[in-house]
Nanobody, 118 residues
Framework: QVQLVESGGGLVQAGGSLRLSCAAS????????MAWFRQAPGKEREFVAR????????LYSGSVKGRFTISRDNTKNTVYLQMNSLKPVDTAVYYC???????????WGQGTQVTVSS
């Protein structure tokens, strides 16, 4: 099984940037699709971005496309989410997840809080 630990969250002003990291341990995740989800207070968890195991294919939600970039370094067993031009609506707990099949996620991290002030 894979264990995930997210880091990099925090408080930032609107228009600022943050980079989230997700470190995997337990086994290599190099063959897995990885993704980021987020959950704002009182709302359902929503998809943010995903990346194929090779890193050659990415997908973003419409609300973050053009502002966020997902990437991975399989040699470091780490996935990243670069978040630019942050808005208060981006405030949420961000979760890293992964699985062998795209859209089918088998393991999740504990989440990291991102708060964007206006």
């Amino acid at each position: 099984q894979v264990q995930l630990v997210e880091s990099g969250g925090g408080l930032v002003q609107a228009g600022g940037s943050l980079r989230l990291s997700c470190a995997a341990s337990g086994r290599s995740f190099a063959s897995d699709t990885m993704a980021w989800f987020r959950q704002a207070p009182g709302k359902e968890r929503e998809f943010v971005a995903r990346i194929s195991w090779t890193g050659s294919s990415t997908l973003y939600s419409g609300s973050v496309k053009g502002r966020f970039t997902i990437s991975r370094d399989n040699t470091k067993n780490t996935v990243y989410l670069q978040m630019n031009s942050l808005k208060p609506v981006d405030t949420a707990v961000y979760y890293c997840t992964g699985g062998h099949d795209p859209g089918a996620y088998d393991y999740w991290g504990q989440g990291t809080q991102v708060t964007v002030s206006s």
